[in-house]
């Protein structure tokens, strides 16, 4: 992990910035608003656009300052991060930067304006920066091959950055990022949004840090599947112009709406769905793994537009202070059972945990201590008892009794990428500090990109000791 992310006066730092942080949020079960990223994000925000729209309403700024905002790529991604800044005060859009100029851009200034945001569109960045000069911040959700260009450029004309994951397709720009927000003196966020989920800190600082409730952990899954999707398509009569598209690196219409499955623009399905979660294996280990193994392949799509693998199966082995740690995790894309979850398994228990709201618990193995401390607390829920099938029969000896299930009792009520946004916009503004700065990003990136290296060597292959670091 990174040296920010270790030394005791930042954990203390970062401890009561995220005591702060949850103490604003209801500690109730509830529904969040908005799945992650892509297509699943396009067709729910079209399924529920008008209900999002009733539901929003501006606030003047509770306190700080006003800032000025441009969206950079106004996509599925970038809708999911605009509707979530419109319900954040304090934050005005000056301008939004889209390609597609003819549809995704002209639909997301028209949003804007009807919010009263006096928001201008462009098709070139460079023209955006070279006209917009009372801009502070820009949010960037463009693919994944731009982003490098896209932030290193918005830096060094002096904005701060929130630039969506993966940071980049390619290691090397990656590094690029990291130097230019350090040598501009710029933040830099980016958008691992699990990392400021009410959720998630609580996991981190009060069950796996002060109750240390899980024991040792020796072992992780996780997983995200998916269920079989069609290629993501376009309304003909706003298809860009071949020479339009070729100027900013698609060879097709095609291409560029289903970038995330090609070599070179994106990292297929490991990169945009197993990122977020591979992030949560390094940052609550507070450790980075020493070798990766992976299977994978494109089983199921055509090759010849998906030619990134879409069934991938990894596993990693990380050295921890505690012992080893082995890690699985899995993305299927023709399949969705159980959908996406994150596993911690110890010696005193199992976390299980989600970006998905109804999932949240902590089952207690038999033989660890009580766990009435914690339930006062408040830290879990009492214990509910799990009934094992045929358990009026007489029982194995080799049966394995269900632990008791507790529930976590602090879920996220607000769209998911609000929170990560608000402790952006309010490091902008000096009252916070980054939960995601360029130099953990970095370290996912190194972590994740590694297993698509692994599946095309067909063996382990080894993390070198200062491969994390910048």
């Not at 090397?172 to 990392?195: N, P, S």
């Not at 914690?374 to 358990?391: D, F, M, N, Q």
Request: proline share 4%; net charge negative; charged share 25%.
């Amino acid at each position: 992990m990174s040296e920010q992310s270790r030394t005791p006066e930042t954990k203390k730092e970062n401890k009561a910035a995220s005591d702060k942080k949850i103490n604003r949020r209801d500690f109730v079960q509830g529904l969040a608003a908005v799945p992650a990223l892509g297509a699943f994000a396009a067709a729910y925000y079209q399924k529920h656009s008008e209900k999002m729209e009733k539901a929003i309403v501006r606030e003047p700024a509770e306190s700080g300052r006003e800032l000025n905002v441009a969206l950079l790529g106004a996509g599925a991604q970038g809708q999911v991060l605009m509707n979530a800044c419109l319900r954040i005060p304090g934050i005005r859009f000056r301008a939004v930067c889209d390609i597609w100029a003819e549809y995704n851009q002209k639909r997301a200034v028209r949003l804007l304006q009807k919010y009263k945001h006096d928001v201008t569109g462009y098709e070139d960045y460079r023209e955006m920066l070279d006209q917009e000069k009372d801009l502070d911040a820009v949010i960037i959700a463009t693919p994944d091959f731009w982003h490098a260009r896209h932030t290193i450029d918005c830096l060094n004309a002096g904005l701060h950055v929130y630039c969506e994951k993966e940071m980049s397709n390619k290691l090397d720009d990656a590094y690029r990022m990291v130097m230019a927000a350090r040598e501009t003196g710029k933040l830099l966020q980016i958008g691992h949004q699990r990392r400021s989920n009410p959720r998630y800190i609580h996991a981190f600082d009060k069950l796996l840090g002060e109750a240390d409730i899980l024991g040792r952990i020796t072992s992780i899954n996780g997983q995200w599947n998916r269920a079989v999707q069609p290629d993501l398509g376009w309304p003909q009569r706003y298809a860009i112009d071949p020479q339009r598209l070729k100027k900013y690196g698609f060879d097709s219409m095609h291409q560029f709406r289903n970038w995330r499955w090609y070599k070179g623009l994106g990292g297929g399905p490991i990169v945009d769905l197993g990122s977020h979660q591979i992030d949560i294996y390094n940052w609550f280990l507070n450790s980075t793994p020493k070798s990766v193994m992976a299977s994978g392949g494109t089983d199921y799509y055509d090759k010849a537009t998906h030619e990134w693998y879409d069934t991938v199966l990894a596993i990693y082995e990380y050295e921890t202070a505690e012992g080893p740690v082995r890690a699985f995790y899995q993305t299927l894309t023709n399949n969705s059972s159980e959908g996406y979850f994150e596993n911690f398994l110890g010696d005193q228990g199992t976390l299980h945990i989600s970006e998905s709201a109804n999932r949240g618990s902590v089952y207690r193995e038999p033989s660890a201590p009580q766990w009435d401390e914690w339930v006062r607390k408040g830290y879990l829920t009492k214990p509910e008892k799990v009934e094992t099938p045929g358990s009026s029969a007489v029982l194995d000896v080799r049966e394995t009794i269900a632990p008791d299930k507790h529930d976590i009792p602090v879920t996220l009520t607000d769209p998911y990428h609000q929170p990560h946004l608000e402790n952006f916009f309010n490091s902008v503004r000096g009252d916070d500090t980054l939960n995601c700065p360029a130099e953990i990003g970095y370290e996912t990136a190194v972590t994740v990109l590694k297993v698509n290296d692994a599946v095309e060597a067909g063996r382990t292959l080894s993390f070198k000791s200062d491969a994390f670091h910048v």
